[in-house]
């Protein structure tokens, strides 16, 4: 008797369910943002106020000009950095692609060898007397591709945006003669200049172990 009693204790025992305390901590507001590295580069030609962003497709210069001894052109180049990472830039010019001809001389040649450009730092207004002064003594020819140093840019913050502007000059200078005259049969020399902005991150944010 007393062992199926105990059995029956057991069993009824094992029916029963129990309440235990528990207790958890939860945290929610463990925020992880990938940051962003975004610089753009705006251009603003003469007679405009207004700055453009610049594509793989924009014609920075006057459409449809036909360059001549003296003739000159002045385009400001903003760069800015639009991102939430600090990054430095370099800036480029060259020729991308050219069409050569031949002169009135009988003899061939590249517009590249005549036509020169330079570049000043800020958002520079000129005559045309001006702008070819401001980068004459070290005005290079087309030919010779450019490139800036380094420049460093914060980061976007606050909706403010670091930026840097420089003022680039291309022109032809008044002393070319008819070794830049292409004869009317042959063909028309052209250049496409190509502007190149590249930009990398720089050690400027920090993490536990620095910001390097």
């Not at 094992?14 to 975004?38: H, R, Y």
């Not at 020819?141 to 291309?170: C, F, P, Q, R, W």
Request: hydrophobic share 40%.
């Amino acid at each position: 008797t007393s062992a199926v009693s105990l059995m029956l204790c057991i069993s009824m025992l094992l029916g029963t369910t129990f309440a235990w305390f528990t207790d958890k901590v939860e945290s929610k507001n463990n925020i992880i943002k990938a940051g962003n590295l975004d610089i753009e580069l705006y251009y603003q030609a003469e007679g405009q106020t207004d700055w453009t962003k610049v594509t793989e497709t924009t014609n920075v210069f006057k459409e449809n000009t036909l360059w001549e001894p003296g003739h000159s052109e002045v385009v400001k180049l903003k760069i800015g950095n639009e991102g939430s990472l600090a990054l430095k830039y370099q800036l480029g010019v060259n020729v991308a692609s050219e069409v050569g001809s031949v002169n009135v001389n009988d003899v061939e040649f590249k517009l590249s060898d005549f036509i020169k450009f330079g570049i000043v730092d800020g958002a520079q207004t000129y005559t045309r007397d001006q702008a070819i002064a401001a980068v004459d003594a070290t005005a290079t020819a087309l030919k010779t591709a450019y490139n800036s140093g380094t420049t460093a840019l914060e980061a976007k913050n606050d909706g403010n945006t670091d930026e840097k502007i420089v003022t680039m000059v291309v022109y032809m200078p008044t002393n070319v003669g008819n070794e830049a005259n292409h004869a009317k049969d042959k063909a028309v020399p052209t250049i496409n200049l190509g502007i190149n902005l590249m930009a990398t991150q720089v050690s400027n944010e920090e993490d536990g172990f620095g910001s390097d």
